[in-house]
């Protein structure tokens, strides 16, 4: 079932954090804040930890299936034809999701950047790279996204900056906008640490080394809830709370406020150097996109199906912005993940606990 | 009788060689015995032929054998037609004696060749200043002489089937992956090729990714350079009359080492490294750069500095795409027209071409002053690099950067980096990754790829060659 590819734990905790960290980083601050407040930091370490928990209960799913990753799973678990559709959904899910980080990056894009350019231009430039990067398979990327992660350091160096001019008094006293409202804050800071259940598509490509999938995960897990703490707590202590609430990209904002001896505008460069998270997102749904179809028909050309996705979500991605442009259109695309990364795969693995306890009850 | 058998003999040797003019024969009889000497005249050393076959052989007695009195270590029974054509080829003589049926063949092969002097474009300030010359047994000499190892094996492989040239193989047999070197040696033989133009026919055969910009196999005209490569497992091909040894399996970083870091201490060795990285990418971002923010942020200028580039480029009539390519056609051109023409032109050309050119075409107002700066430190920048090769696949891979930056701005650089790091990292060489060790990450290997630590601080061998012996001394008290 899995083939000769391997990726080390380097690539491993890249591959997870790169997706996590996708199009939300710069927008991130803003949704929490709207629920959270002064506490919106708080909220995100709330999210990592409920994130921990749900990768402690993969990890019993993964220590069941040491060899196959989530789709072959189904497959066992339901059977080939309710586990073929339920795979057929998580296609659909997929795309979706790919549709939705491609259109909030054009978006994006157009509004910061290159507001006379056609989306489609934008859309098609990050699609043909995206489609060349997923084309050779797991170590490709994997090697890649590694690369990529270099970036991070850039994010970070910037907000360090931001420190200079903070005022500490935006997020005193902790707690000031009541609990009830940091738990609200969770559910955004989930949306935009979406990505973590691509651990379960990917484990079995670890190659042997001392660390389990698990404990990579935790780690890659921890980086993400790090960075975003800090980032989210940079931003609230850089902009006052009328700002922020009128300002939905953030980060971008406090970026643009700082100007440089040799560069004015250092929020262009960001937000250029953004595009890589995006493409590093989307390159990893692609994988997982080529992954499934391998699943359902077991023999594949990796190179004309990615390239096929990639057609069809570009394509797809296109509709809404022949007719109408909707901005809202892919919010409600938030809350599957609740369905998709968090329900389904809870629900696997407590069902795929039961069976092998049954096994075993017969068996004794 | 004899006499008769031995012409139709030398006749057929003649047949085989099409009646060349020069081909010659001539028969010497000694004691009854009538013995021919062919040879091809242009090929052999006549003074030597003289002193190693004739004149012993005039002084032969009636029962000895030819194979015991000629003075030469080296001589071969030729018991095929087909191995007699060959070894006249490569400037043996044969020596024919029908009466007592034995023919041999004795190298007197006259060759010319120029001294080990210092390779023209890989200079060096400190450690040894020989080079390779283009005869192959001069070089494996001077491998040789610096790997005083029984583990150094060379094989000779013949390809070109016109032209028969030799190619060697040397690699250390207790270093060196066994895979890669099968691998190789596969390749090599199933080269199709009438004649193996070294080192870019062989080359050819070898590449696992034949339309990748980048090189892939490391060239050099240094021994000194072969050696630190075959002591890390590394393969050498090198083949008769051509001085360039192909190194292989490299990755990236090899590209931008010289020997002359190793004679360095390590701040300023470590410097110079960074300085060539720098360079690699300064050369690829640089134009970009220029294009992107004159076209499209220029607000990313600071306040101080909006003054001075408004006033350069006023007057310039073309879009800073045109205003780039222009300079840079300019000093390819400069470049191309400098290696043609003997050096005191060249340097002429160098002087008008640069200053000249440079100084009118600014004044002129037809391209802005930034843009001969940056177009002349890109150019400098590219130079640096130790690799020819690698420069100038830069300064190619420049121009697709420009036209994405005069297209998207920075988002176009963003987008062609990226594509450039895909397709690096999708590169592999005989299942070394190309980026190695850089990603997959080796924290080894890094110290010695971008920074250059003392050398006893490298004692393992680099992870992503595959040696079969890890540690390059091995350590006391330690046995496997």
Excluded at chain 1, 340 to 355: A, D, E, H, Q, V
Excluded at chain 2, 18 to 34: C, E, G, L, P
Excluded at chain 2, 53 to 58: D, I, K, S
Aim: charged letters at 15%; a neutral charge; one cysteine or more.
């Amino acid at each position: 079932m899995i083939r000769n590819e391997k990726i080390n734990s380097l690539q491993f905790i890249f591959i997870i954090v790169q997706l996590q960290v996708g199009v939300g980083i710069l927008t991130m601050p803003y949704d929490i804040y709207n629920k959270a407040g002064g506490d919106s930091w708080l909220s995100i370490l709330l999210a990592g930890l409920f994130i921990q928990v749900l990768l402690t209960g993969f990890h019993f799913l993964m220590k069941a299936y040491p060899n196959d990753h989530f789709f072959t799973i189904i497959q066992k678990v339901f059977g080939r034809v309710i586990g073929n559709v339920l795979i057929l959904i998580y296609i659909m899910y997929f795309i979706v999701l790919a549709m939705s980080l491609l259109s909030r990056y054009a978006s994006i894009l157009s509004t910061w950047m290159m507001p006379l350019t056609p989306k489609w231009i934008l859309i098609s430039l990050m699609t043909v790279i995206v489609v060349y990067g997923a084309m050779d398979g797991l170590e490709t990327i994997g090697r890649f996204l590694f690369i990529a992660s270099f970036i991070l350091i850039v994010y970070v160096g910037f907000s360090i900056y931001a420190l200079k001019f903070m005022q500490i008094t935006y997020v005193l006293p902790v707690l000031n906008e009541g609990f009830s409202n940091m738990v609200k804050g969770i559910f955004p800071s989930l949306y935009a640490m979406q990505g973590f259940e691509v651990v379960l598509f990917i484990y079995p490509f670890l190659r042997q080394k001392s660390l389990n999938a698990y404990s990579i995960a935790t780690i890659s897990n921890s980086i993400v809830t790090l960075l975003y703490t800090f980032i989210v707590f940079t931003t609230i202590v850089f902009l006052s709370p009328e700002e922020i609430i009128l300002t939905p990209e953030p980060v971008l904002y406090l970026v643009k406020s700082f100007s440089f001896n040799m560069i004015e505008r250092p929020d262009l460069l960001f937000t250029s150097i953004w595009i890589v998270f995006v493409a590093t997102s989307f390159v990893v749904l692609l994988f997982i996109l080529t992954e499934a179809t391998h699943t359902l028909f077991h023999k594949q050309n990796r190179k004309w199906m990615t390239v096929f996705f990639g057609l069809l979500i570009f394509l797809l991605t296109l509709i809404p912005y022949g007719v109408y442009e909707n901005k809202n259109l892919f919010a409600p695309v938030n809350k599957l993940i609740i369905i998709f990364s968090i329900i389904i795969p809870l629900m696997i693995t407590g069902i795929s606990l039961m069976k092998k306890r049954k096994i075993t009850h017969e068996i004794h | 009788m004899h006499d008769k058998k031995l012409a139709s003999y030398v006749n057929d040797i003649k047949n085989r060689l099409h009646h060349t003019a020069d081909f010659s024969y001539r028969t010497i009889k000694v004691n009854d015995h009538t013995i021919a000497i062919a040879y091809l005249s242009d090929l052999i050393d006549p003074l030597s032929l003289q002193e190693v076959a004739v004149e012993p052989l005039l002084q032969m007695d009636k029962h000895e054998k030819m194979r015991h009195v000629i003075k030469s270590v080296s001589y071969t029974i030729i018991e095929k037609k087909e191995d007699l054509i060959a070894n006249i080829l490569e400037g043996h003589a044969i020596l024919i004696n029908l009466s007592q049926n034995e023919v041999i063949s004795v190298d007197v092969e006259q060759v010319y060749e120029r001294s080990p002097e210092e390779p023209e474009n890989e200079k060096v300030i400190r450690g040894s200043h020989q080079g390779f010359v283009e005869e192959l047994s001069t070089n494996i000499n001077l491998i040789r002489r610096r790997v005083r190892n029984e583990h150094m094996k060379i094989e000779y492989v013949s390809i070109g089937t016109e032209t028969n040239t030799t190619i060697a193989l040397i690699y250390m047999d207790n270093i060196a992956n066994s895979r890669t070197v099968n691998k190789i040696r596969r390749k090599l033989d199933t080269l199709c090729t009438d004649m193996a133009f070294a080192p870019g026919y062989i080359e050819d055969g070898l590449e696992e990714h034949p339309f990748s910009v980048f090189p892939q196999h490391l060239y050099t005209e240094r021994p000194d350079r072969v050696e630190a490569h075959l002591l890390e497992g590394r393969v050498a091909i090198m083949a008769e009359s051509s001085s360039d040894a192909i190194i292989t399996p490299v990755s990236f970083p090899a590209f931008f080492q010289s020997p002359d870091d190793f004679h360095k201490r390590t701040y300023t060795g470590t410097m110079f490294r960074l300085l060539r990285m720098i360079s690699f990418f300064g050369t690829l971002l640089f134009p970009a750069l220029y294009i992107a923010i004159i076209g499209f942020h220029f607000e990313m200028i600071p306040n101080e500095m909006i003054a001075l580039m408004k006033g350069s480029i006023e007057t310039v009539p073309f879009p800073p795409f045109f205003e780039v390519l222009i300079m840079i056609l300019t000093i390819e051109l400069i470049r191309e027209a400098g290696i043609r023409l003997p050096t005191p032109i060249g340097q002429t050309i160098g002087i008008v071409g640069g200053i000249i050119i440079g100084e009118s075409v600014v004044t002129a107002g037809l391209v802005s002053n930034v843009v001969v700066i940056v177009i002349a430190i890109t150019a400098i920048m590219s130079f640096t690099l130790p690799s020819y090769e690698m420069s100038n696949t830069i300064r190619l891979l420049s121009l697709p950067i420009m036209i994405a930056s005069a297209l998207f701005g920075f988002v176009g650089i963003v987008a062609s980096f990226m594509l450039l790091f895909i397709h690096l990292c999708r590169l592999e060489i005989y299942g070394t990754p190309y980026l190695s060790p850089i990603t997959p990450l080796d924290a080894d290997g890094v110290k010695d790829t971008f920074i250059r630590l003392p050398s006893f601080f490298t004692k393992r061998r680099p992870k992503h060659v595959f040696p079969k012996e890890m540690e390059r001394v091995e350590r006391e008290g330690e046995h496997k």
